[in-house]
């Protein structure tokens, strides 16, 4: 490093770590229970976050060491989950694990709850098992998503996906750290496919620009010492299915084929991201924007500038300012267009057409159109668990260990079983009856399209509750709309425990930010299709003010809009916020007749005196529990009682 140049503690750290080693490799030896500050940087190349049980914390002793624990993420492009890795998941997370796996927004597993003993074997299992870990988090290439669909008289699913594998391998680590620190140097211990020969070339050559794309480096050749500023997020869509919430990518890639479905190039967008602080108007949210198609014979090359780009450009000193994101506020698309041009010296050609953009989640059967099924399965809030009333847990392994399907992984957590041959329908669908798990029809909208990060206990930056407290806020969302006669509403309501956006609650209809205990940022405005930023609408309302602060909106919304084809997003986007403000703040509540309200028959109704309904919510809020959890283990004590 030069003296004229700033760089942060962090950017020190990688470059002196050895590519990744250091001090891994001394701190998994050292006898404690958790790792340094410098050792968890390094720890998250490797997939790996360091934890603490955030219920523990509150509870133990003055002195007494805390409950330290690591959460692992798989590297699964395109959210490809072979059956074998599956199975290894399953039993990793109950014998090291806390019995659950969670499935991430970015189409990968993470296993939350091991010990720092057992990291080394259970990342050994994983490797062995046809996965890997390497590359899930870190200033590097995260997991690169694709849409999930196996149609197979859509060819450019397929290519989706196959470029998505190609593209993650071309821009994975080079010098072997991962091997060496948890696989004892043995790379044919890895189970993985050998990555294409088209990649590996790709990797080795040096750019055409006048600034190479390649650093001098042999070990690390795209990223150097010090990898990249900051994470580093990349989609690859097919035109019109936006299931991979292609806008806020760094880089998001669209398959362009010709009339014969053969794969002509990429249209590229550049520049979205999430995350950002609160109170703090230097960190933004934006989406990514469009500047061009390359042809698939240049794809390795343009991907490999972009990287550069950021690479040499980013922020490295400021870590809230490091994101790619930054330059394309600050440069804007011209100027980075020109940049990029030093590194990719082909002018990109103008964007191919593309249809509308549509939010496709793929739940239910579904034909693939070679005579086989694909099954899509719905996981509330990512969590993969076995409950009193439903066993999905079980119902997965049960399926997997029977009929040895692909996986698959959506970026909205939600699961596909691929190729079922008809034959096995039936015996699928008993073994999800049996284990109650609903079908899609079965599934209130709102829960199905909602998400939420996993918040507290497990992350560290989470402000409030996210994971735990977005069912009871649905419940009440639900009691709220079929009261106003809103039944039939689908929204896209997303929370997170703290801004980094995680959950993308910045694209939602409905945003929940953690801004304080109990309280959130409300953003409003985005749309159901995931193609709109939303805007922050209130700073802070506590948890206890929810119906008295969407009632007015909802109001306004069921007497105002358009017709019965605008969403709610659309709605407040096109009234504006002033109006909306201006309409709650003289908005006179309503005694609306839960008679008049109009309630979808699938939907099983209980109706509870205020009192009753009061202390239900209460109770579910301190409980960190679903108002649905509590009523139905009240009412199956009761039951059970009377036998």
């Known amino acids: 490093m030069t003296n004229t140049i700033k760089y942060s503690k962090v950017e020190v750290l990688k470059e ?19 790792f340094s500050q410098d050792g968890i940087q390094i720890l998250k190349f490797h997939g790996s976050y360091q934890q603490k049980d955030r219920d523990l914390e509150k509870a133990k002793a003055k002195g007494e060491e805390s409950n330290y624990s ?58 062995q098992n046809m996965g890997s870990t390497v590359g899930a988090c870190g200033d590097i290439n995260r997991n690169v998503m694709a849409p999930v669909a196996p149609y197979k008289n859509r060819p450019e699913y397929q290519i989706a996906r196959d470029y998505a594998v190609k593209i993650a391998d071309l821009l994975a680590p080079q010098a072997g750290s991962y091997y060496d620190l948890w696989l004892d140097g043995e790379v044919a211990v890895s189970s993985l496919p050998i990555e294409a020969a088209e990649v590996t070339k790709a990797r080795s050559q040096h750019g055409k620009g006048k600034i190479d794309t390649n650093t001098t480096d042999s070990s690390e050749p795209i990223y150097g010492t010090q990898f990249m500023p900051r994470k580093f997020k990349i989609a ?26 053969k794969l002509e190039g990429f249209n590229v967008y550049v520049g979205g991201g999430l995350g950002r602080s609160h109170n703090n ?101 990512g969590r993969v668990i076995d409950k009193e009333s439903l066993q999905l847990k079980t119902a997965l392994r049960e399926i997997t260990e029977a009929f040895h399907l692909p996986i698959y992984l959506t970026p909205n957590h939600n699961l596909l079983f691929t190729e079922i041959p008809a034959i096995a329908k039936t015996d699928i669908q008993g ?9 899609p029809d079965q599934i209130d909208p709102l829960t199905r399209y909602s998400m939420a990060c996993p918040a507290f206990p497990t992350c560290g930056l989470a402000i409030t509750e996210s994971e735990r407290a977005l069912p009871s806020i649905i419940e009440r969302l639900r009691v709220l709309l079929d009261r106003m006669g809103l039944g039939d509403e689908k929204l896209i309501t997303r929370m997170t425990g703290c801004p980094n956006g995680c959950a993308r609650p910045y694209m939602a209809e409905l945003g929940f930010v953690g801004s304080a205990w109990n309280e959130y940022q409300v953003w409003l405005g985005g749309n159901f299709n995931s193609t709109r930023l939303a805007q922050p609408f209130i700073q802070r309302l506590h948890v206890d003010k929810l119906e008295e602060f969407f009632e007015p909106l909802f109001a306004y919304f069921k007497r105002d809009r358009l017709d019965q084809n ?43 005196s205020t009192s009753v309904y009061e202390q239900l919510k209460s109770v579910s809020s301190s409980h960190n529990k679903s108002m649905k959890e509590l009523v139905e283990a009240a009412i199956a004590n009761y039951l059970s009682s009377l036998n």
Not at 88 to 115: E, M, P, V
């Open 236 to 261: 690859i869509a097919v035109p019109g299915d936006n299931s991979v919430d292609l806008f806020t990518n760094d880089l998001s890639l669209v398959v362009i084929t010709d009339g014969n479905q």
């Open 281 to 381: 108007d230097a960190t933004i949210v934006r989406l990514a924007d469009s500047i061009g198609f390359v042809p698939v014979s240049d794809i390795y090359e343009l991907v490999k500038a972009v990287v550069a780009v950021q690479r040499d450009h980013g922020d490295r000193y400021n870590r809230r300012h490091a994101r790619f994101k930054y330059l394309l506020h600050e440069w804007g698309v011209e100027k980075f267009k020109q940049v990029l041009l030093d590194y990719y010296p082909t002018p990109l050609q103008a964007p191919k057409p593309l249809p509308e953009w549509k939010y496709e989640d793929y739940l239910g059967w579904n034909e693939q159109g070679d005579g086989k099924y694909f099954l899509g399965i719905s996981i509330e809030n």
């Open 431 to 439: 073994i999800l009856d049996r284990c109650g798990v609903l079908s």
């Open 566 to 608: 605008e969403g709610f997003g659309d709605f407040c986007d096109r009234i504006g916020f002033d109006q909306l403000r201006e309409f709650s703040t003289n908005y006179v509540r309503q005694d609306i007749s839960p008679a008049t309200a109009k309630a979808k028959d699938q939907r099983h109704r209980i109706t509870l």
């Open 16 to 34: 002196k770590s050895n590519y990744l080693r250091f001090p891994i490799s001394s701190e998994l030896t050292d006898g404690n229970s958790f």
């Open 70 to 127: 690591m959460m692992l993420r798989t590297r699964s492009p395109g959210g490809f989950i072979p059956w074998q890795l599956y199975l290894a998941l399953d039993q990793l997370s109950d014998r090291y694990g806390n019995h659950t796996l969670r499935a991430t927004t970015r189409q990968g597993f993470q296993i939350h709850g091991i010990l720092k003993q057992d990291l080394k074997t259970v990342i050994a299992d994983i490797t």
